[in-house]
């Protein structure tokens, strides 16, 4: 190719077409860089527009956006703070004009990404020194040396660092979502919430800016349950596919990628889909599979991987807590079936006791968490049993008023073996241990509570304690008809039990009846 | 200020010195920009320095590095990865060098931060317009053209996008600083561990790639223990103050800081220190003082609050983890408790037996890890003692055949009742029990296992339950002399018991004697 050594004011050249792999930010097709002329005088935009005619960076051309006064273009770059290039004269409407602009782009919209070239016909007027110095901007030229040649050089370097700053940007901004979004799967959650989240910050990792390309991502977490992987979160076109094993729920393509990454028990990258393994100590196996409309580039798979990193740590904290809360579960199950086991009854009264006091509570309007720790706290109300001798506790005809005075302490031995806990749980157990013998008029024992002076979680066990007694065979009793539990129940409404309390469980009676029989007696 | 409107190469211009105050990276004093001459003749880098004399950019001077080959820039730059601009000639030792200089950096080195600007004396070998488009440079000149005030142009320009790109990258490293940090301080640990990673973590955030500059930070956590803040964690100069209360640990200045966070609640930065209040739901509140010697710029300041978001979140994790584990344990002991108050024995047994059992298992090897699994699943096993009537459990004089066969059944009875769970602990507990009459030369119940056969932990907690009963008075015996005691497990070593962990108990006889004054019977 020749080169000629001098040239004119926009005088053409040969154009070559970039040669140049990108290994930064992979395009996106149809994008463009957007180039803003700022000039009062409309021939500098026609002939510039000519110069750049087949200009292109990366396989992206220009879009051109033009202003003919500082004003002007300080709207336009308010509206456009996407543009890669601005080629800005200097005196327009004043003397400063341009000047003006780089201050308002610099610091009033804090856009330190656009890149400036200076372009003046008045050099006395803008002094290249004073203004290079004095003002951030990335070219200085006067307008009788920008031949075409220099123009294409100028603007080639202006948009190279632009995109150089926004690819750090990018990164930067994908880093700043990971932190987000690790703060958010870190906390304490269920796994279904975690992994719906999981999918949600990939999307915004990617895309931190456009809901637009986030909406277009198809994404799942699925985690392995006899042998299978079942989907349990899913987004876009896989929203459907919740509760399905994945490889009836992915075409076949996708089908043998994910059979690859679950063989090798690792996460693979393809041009435009990422298959995530995730290999738990403690726990299932999980898979997030996440495809997108348009190839990823190394960036993406970078903030992909470093992500994930975050998510194995969050999943195993996952099922660490599970672990504890599970055992901690079983262990007060424990306690409470080892009570009941010493008076006869059977194990599954104290889980019935529970879930039922759970649901009770729910639908007296109590959230969520209060709601769990009565559910755990509910089976340790006769644990003071323990100090009943069997004589008593287990005879079976009709009590003489001393033993019945003998049987009454159970509430007071139960609350001092679980008063000394600052724990929440147990404190919880402790007064309702207390005062589960207490009725709403005043006739109950130790203290002869009235209704309001009765802890709400007291009222809602004494309800369920009783229906699963009656419902069920004890040593000394075979089961009532539900008939004639409903009976009494309606007698007793405000006399033994909170008339409300009672209410919501007639209303709700189906309920309570499915759980019992999901925990039957037979066992 | 004049401007000449024509200059010759390199003609002398007035200086004008940076007024822009910097609003991105604060300048570590002494800190130069690195700019490397690299041209064949030597007369080029004399006049290059001459006319770069005065050159400041924010009050930083230039460091000039001199190279005269492209081999020998390539291995300068190599050493000096912090240069911010380099000038390169393209034809010296080949007609390409410059060029393949050029490549070197961007493509082996991998280094996209330096500013090159081409500067050749022959446009014919290297031109403009191929050059631009091929090669990632970011300026290119011709000799002919670049005057003194060109050359200050285009190097000032050069800096400040090296600023730029550096300032952003410098928020990347600290964003992924934060990501590894969140990482690691998300892992379940003690309160204690998570405090000494916070403070190393918030030293790489601040200086990612300078052990140095980390080593000059001052820090410490503490945490309210009965309204004062005890340090408890600390590098640097308060290293010497852990367990000191904060206010007696720092200068009166600081002092005032402190109480200002303390009393407000809320995090303040001064200058060069940071001061974090983290108020937690749960748990105590803790501050964070973190001292630096130079002050701290914005970009420092937001990586701070970005960590301290996450810290926040990890905390709260950490106290709420402690709670369910607290619980856990509780609800453990008081099962525990709730048998041997049955069968009379004192609620001490069963924090001695924990705790003993966990110390004779580290002494034998095991980890902490598996230590504390055998201290949780310990206390349950005489669980199986409540299926025992009390006419047999509390007889005071000597059982029956009959009776004994009885009272054997509740290691069985203990193993039903835990056998089910798919819980570590409660497994464990469940073989313990199973297994804890069980005797080294096969004569115990209700196997007759011998000594390899029996679970280590069951060799373990046989050994601390009898002496733990001995050495207390019970129901149905006076406590024995500890010398009695001694003489037995002499006696039995290798037959009842274990004889290397009963050389392990008694080598350690003090540690254990310890555990029991600090669980004395008398409550």
Chains 1, 2 share one sequence.
């Not at 856009?111 to 200076?118: A, D, E, P």
Request: glycine share 4%.
């Amino acid at each position: 190719m020749s080169q000629k050594n001098n040239e004119t004011f926009f005088d053409d050249d040969d154009i070559l077409f970039a040669e140049e792999t990108p290994d930064k930010v992979t395009v996106t097709d149809g994008e463009t860089w957007k180039l803003m002329i700022v000039d009062d005088e409309e021939e500098i935009h026609d002939i510039t527009r000519l110069a750049l005619e087949d200009f292109t960076f990366e396989d992206r051309e220009l879009t051109y956006l033009s202003a003919y006064s500082g004003e002007e273009a300080k709207k336009l770059i308010r509206e456009n703070s996407d543009t890669s290039v601005i080629l800005l004269d200097v005196v327009m409407e004043t003397e400063h004009s341009g000047l003006d602009v780089v201050e308002y782009i610099r610091k009033e919209l804090k856009n330190s990404f656009v890149r400036i070239i200076l372009r003046t016909g008045h050099p006395g007027q803008a002094p290249e020194r004073k203004v290079i110095t004095e003002y951030d901007i990335n070219d200085y030229k006067q307008k009788t040396e920008l031949t075409a040649k220099k123009l294409f050089s100028s603007v080639t370097t202006a948009i190279r660092s632009y995109r150089d700053l926004k690819t750090i940007e990018k990164n930067r901004q994908g880093l700043e979502e990971i932190i987000e979004a690790s703060a958010n799967i870190f906390k304490p959650q269920s796994f279904r919430m975690f992994t719906a989240g999981v999918l949600t910050w990939l999307t915004s990792i990617l895309h931190p800016d456009d809901d637009l390309l986030r909406s277009r991502i198809s994404a799942f977490v699925a985690t392995q349950e006899k042998g299978e992987f079942i989907i349990i979160s899913a987004i876009g076109s896989f929203s459907e596919h919740v509760r399905t094993p994945v490889l009836k729920a992915v075409p076949k393509a996708v089908a043998r990628d994910l059979t690859c990454a679950i063989e090798q028990k690792q996460s693979v990258f393809s041009d435009n889909a990422y298959t995530g393994y995730f290999s738990s100590s403690i726990g299932s196996d999980n898979l997030i599979y996440l495809e997108s409309p348009h190839n990823l580039d190394e960036l993406d798979k970078r903030l992909i991987q470093i992500f994930a990193h975050n998510v194995i740590i969050a999943l195993d904290n996952i099922y660490l807590n599970q672990e504890i809360v599970d055992t901690q579960k079983e262990v007060i199950t424990t306690l409470g079936e080892v009570v009941e086991n010493r008076s006869k009854e059977t194990a599954n009264h104290v889980l019935r006791v529970a879930e039922m006091s759970r649901v009770l509570a729910l639908k007296a309007g109590i959230d969520e968490e209060e709601a769990e720790i009565l559910r755990l706290a509910a089976p340790m109300h006769d644990v003071g049993k323990i100090g009943i001798p069997d004589s008593v506790l287990l005879k079976p005809g009709r009590l003489t008023s001393e033993e019945f005075e003998l049987i009454k302490t159970h509430t007071l031995i139960g609350y001092n073996i679980l008063k000394n806990s600052n724990r929440r749980i147990m404190k919880t157990a402790a007064f309702i241990a207390l005062q589960h013998h207490e009725r709403c008029d005043g006739n109950g024992y130790p203290q002869g509570l009235k209704k309001d002076d009765i802890h709400v979680f007291v009222r809602i066990v004494e309800i369920i304690d009783v229906f699963d007694a009656l419902f069920h065979d004890r040593i000394y009793k075979k089961a009532w008809e539900l008939d004639r539990i409903l009976a009494l129940f309606k007698e007793e409404r405000g006399k033994h039990f909170d008339a409300h309390l009672v209410d919501l469980f007639l209303e709700n009676l189906d309920e309570f009846l499915a759980i019992n029989d999901a925990y039957p007696d037979d066992r």
